[in-house]
């Protein structure tokens, strides 16, 4: 006869419901990962390259080099949290400033550059 406690009438137990987040033991996969990176004698020289590109506009893969920047130096998450005043609005504030030092004057007309444009 089955138990009253097993919740099944049959006496067969519970199919277990499918798990809610990784896998286990992927969390000690990733971090050994992290560590191999940041142990790696080249990661040094992949950020450099990365952060080269990002700082030239004229790279062909200048977009995608600022993004993967701006992904990991500015996570949304962390300003999740301060704005929790805000009651869950999502916000990026960016303050451009001018460099003590730096003269930046205007484009002088002589500086000016005329050219043609013909769409392809």
Known sequence: MP???SGNPIGRPKKKKNPVGRPRGEGAVMKAYRQRMLNSPKSRKVLDSIFEVAMDPEHKHWPAAMKLVADRIL???GFEKEAGADKGRNAIQ????????????PID????????YTPQ
Do not use: L, M
Request: glycine content about 8%; cysteine-free; proline content about 8%.
């Open 3 to 5: 138990s009253k406690n």
């Open 109 to 116: 007309d002589k500086d000016a550059v005329d050219a043609e």
């Open 94 to 105: 960016i303050n451009i400033s001018g460099v003590p030092g730096v003269d930046v004057s």
């Open 75 to 77: 996570p949304v998450a």
